[in-house]
């Protein structure tokens, strides 16, 4: 589809909400481009959200699920379940909190608003006026050998396409040397140096996916979880972005939404001619990923002793998949119970207040409550995808993505009602490990 920009009093316009970027897949299995609003409005008619990597897909996913947010999480409810269960049952999701959000929000969408720039900071340079190439942001590209050779010699990419790439390099973003941006005061030498990974690189990303795009959307939205957060806010909600670090007041509350688009970077895209023939990237808001257990719902969290120890508190990292290992080996990771997460007698002993080792996905939490209050079927079949990124020596590259699926009823999500199942199901699947590592030693 070939990408065009649209003209307001003399500047170029390319507002994402109106602009095809998106690449799903219809339900008919056929792939193209959709703008902000009719992958929301037209969730039903779409089958998911495709990308050039499996990262781009939950990182493009976790924008969609910030709207969502905006637009259907707004107000407390009584029942957040039955509130749930209200917009499950209905066909299509309600397109008039969308239409409200888009109204109020429109400016601030624009990829190349000389003022407010999609995710970008717009005075952002250097002390040489210098830009990279756009290889630097695509991670598909093989710039001193970066994650595969798919493509080389990149001079542009097209607005869509940089779009997308822009919003994954805030997700993915590798560590190492950053350009120095002027007003910048942590700059030495004229360089940023390593503030570590974008936010969804800590992460091995849970996403629960149904039969089309709008029911994905709604299993990955908790109603009331954004609700009274006040200051918990998508980065296009808050003020310009300068190349200064934000100070704590700037930042607001950290919670979900913030960290759907958190700016670990600070980034601007030159526009030619419709095209992105240049980027820059510096060093953003710095983010500690040990302390976030009660702010990102879509990963799993382990409890980390070294961590502990050094904090002198409890700490738990998100739990990135693992090189090699199929989802369905780590079930009792995925969806942990007290006897499979129990902490040992020595950590106990070190730190009591720890009630187990290992923490789920918010969003799994989420729907063992939509079953037990019967707003879901027990039956309903999730498929749950999960993806994680992979850098090379000391995070300063890519280095390869780890993603995998796995289907299983809604039903062992249950841990009150389904506790059995889920038993069944763990034992299953370490008795199929335990009978491959039997034909491994008799080969």
């Not at 961590?307 to 009792?332: T, V």
Request: proline letters at 6%.
């Amino acid at each position: 589809m070939t990408t065009h920009t649209l003209q307001r009093g003399g500047a170029a316009v390319f507002n994402l909400i109106d602009e095809p970027w998106i690449p799903v897949l219809d339900l008919h299995g056929r792939e193209r481009e959709v703008s902000l609003r009719e992958a929301l409005i037209s969730a039903h008619e779409h089958r998911d959200i495709v990308g050039e990597l499996p990262t781009m897909r939950f990182a493009l996913f976790r924008i969609l699920l910030s709207v969502a947010y905006r637009a259907l999480d707004r107000v407390p409810v009584d029942s957040p379940t039955e509130e749930w269960g209200e917009l499950w049952r209905q066909p299509q999701l309600p397109s008039a909190g969308f239409e409200r959000y888009f109204e109020e929000w429109r400016h601030r969408f624009d990829l190349v608003d000389a003022d407010h720039p999609f995710m970008q900071t717009p005075e952002l340079r250097t002390a040489k006026q210098e830009w990279k190439p756009v290889s630097l942001i695509v991670a598909d590209a093989d710039p001193e050998g970066a994650l595969f050779t798919m493509r080389s010699e990149l001079d542009s990419l097209s607005l869509s396409e940089a779009a997308r790439w822009l919003v994954h390099a805030h997700a993915y973003d590798y560590a190492g040397i950053k350009s120095g941006a002027v007003g910048d005061s942590r700059v030495k030498n004229g360089k940023g140096f390593p503030m570590g990974l974008g936010w969804a690189g800590w992460l091995g990303g849970i996403l629960l996916g149904g039969k089309d795009l709008r029911e994905t959307l709604l299993l990955n939205l908790i109603i009331g979880r954004t609700v009274g957060r006040s200051g918990d806010l998508p980065i296009w909600e808050g003020s310009a972005l300068t190349p200064a670090e934000r100070t704590d007041e700037e930042i607001g509350t950290i919670g979900p939404l913030a960290l759907m688009s958190w700016p670990q970077r600070r980034i601007r895209l030159r526009v030619e001619r419709d095209r992105v023939t240049g980027v820059l990237v510096s060093n953003g808001d710095e983010l500690g990923y040990t302390v976030r257990l009660h702010d990102e719902p879509m990963t799993g969290w382990r409890f980390s002793e070294p961590q502990s120890a050094k904090a002198k508190a409890p700490r738990f990292m998100p739990r990135k998949l693992e090189p090699g290992r199929s989802l369905w080996r780590g079930l009792s990771t995925l969806i942990p119970t007290p006897q499979s997460a129990a902490p040992s007698a020595s950590a106990l002993k070190k730190w009591p207040d720890i009630q187990r080792t290992a923490e789920p996905a918010e969003t799994l939490e989420w729907l063992g409550n939509l079953v037990e209050d019967r707003e879901l079927s027990a039956d309903t079949v999730i498929e749950v995808s999960a993806v994680s990124m992979e850098y090379g020596t000391q995070n300063a590259s890519f280095s390869e993505v780890v993603s995998d699926r796995l289907s299983f009823a809604a039903a062992l999500a249950d841990l009150n009602q389904g506790a059995a199942l889920l038993s069944l199901a763990q034992t299953a699947s370490a008795r199929a490990v335990s009978a491959v590592r039997s034909l491994q030693r008799l080969a």
